[in-house]
């Protein structure tokens, strides 16, 4: 008996220290505003033989807590890779606007460590020209992602890595979709 309340009165006073050390210093400030630079990849075949499945990604984000190691926040980015295919110039642009929900932890002093999801409203815009003319097609899709991010941490100022998957709903009236991953570093501020 005494071994089992030895036990639990250790658990105690490890959870408790634990919560009490978390809540002293949030992972990532309690607010912070970061700058992504990416390798983007879209996941669509017709996007492939278009000649515009890759292309650089820069983004903005925000994140303030909410509780103790959550953070909600918004990201705004922009992709526009163009292509030259067998049928002519191709280009491509996307413009996610993302509401994230995201879970992080200090893996160790200065890392921090990030799991997140959330909702997006997406632009796509799709246009093709050659032989003196164009055509293009445009719509905003619904779409949802995850990620994962880990960071350095140096005073105020972080710096990092992250890796997304964001999936979007079809362009309307047409057979593709703007799926795509996304691997790159961050640069961000916390406050």
């Known amino acids: 008996m005494k071994k089992v309340l030895f036990l639990l009165l250790f658990v105690v006073f490890l959870t408790a220290s634990t919560a009490v050390y978390a809540a002293e210093k949030a992972p990532l400030g309690n607010s912070n505003i970061a700058v992504k630079l990416d390798y983007i990849k879209?996941?669509?075949?017709?996007?492939?033989?278009?000649?515009?499945?890759?292309?650089?990604?820069?983004?903005?984000?925000?994140?303030?807590?909410?509780?103790?190691?959550?953070?909600?926040?918004?990201?705004?980015?922009?992709?526009?890779?163009?292509?030259?295919?067998?049928?002519?110039?191709?280009?491509?642009?996307?413009?996610?606007?993302?509401?994230?929900?995201?879970?992080?932890?200090?893996?160790?002093?200065?890392?921090?460590?990030?799991?997140?999801?959330?909702?997006?409203y997406n632009y796509g815009e799709f246009e093709v020209s050659g032989g003196g003319s164009s055509d293009s097609v445009d719509d905003w899709m619904l779409g949802g992602q995850f990620f994962a991010d880990i960071n350095y941490k140096i005073d105020n100022f972080f710096i990092g890595i992250n890796g997304k998957y964001q999936i979007t709903e079809d362009f309307k009236d047409y057979e593709f979709d703007l799926n795509n991953w996304r691997v790159g570093g961050q640069i961000g501020l916390m406050f």
């Open 42 to 120: 879209f996941t669509d075949d017709n996007l492939k033989d278009a000649d515009v499945d890759t292309g650089l990604y820069v983004g903005l984000e925000g994140y303030t807590t909410i509780m103790q190691n959550l953070y909600l926040g918004l990201e705004v980015g922009y992709a526009n890779p163009e292509g030259d295919a067998f049928f002519g110039n191709t280009e491509l642009t996307l413009v996610p606007i993302e509401l994230n929900l995201k879970y992080s932890a200090e893996a160790a002093p200065s890392l921090a460590f990030d799991l997140g999801a959330g909702i997006s």
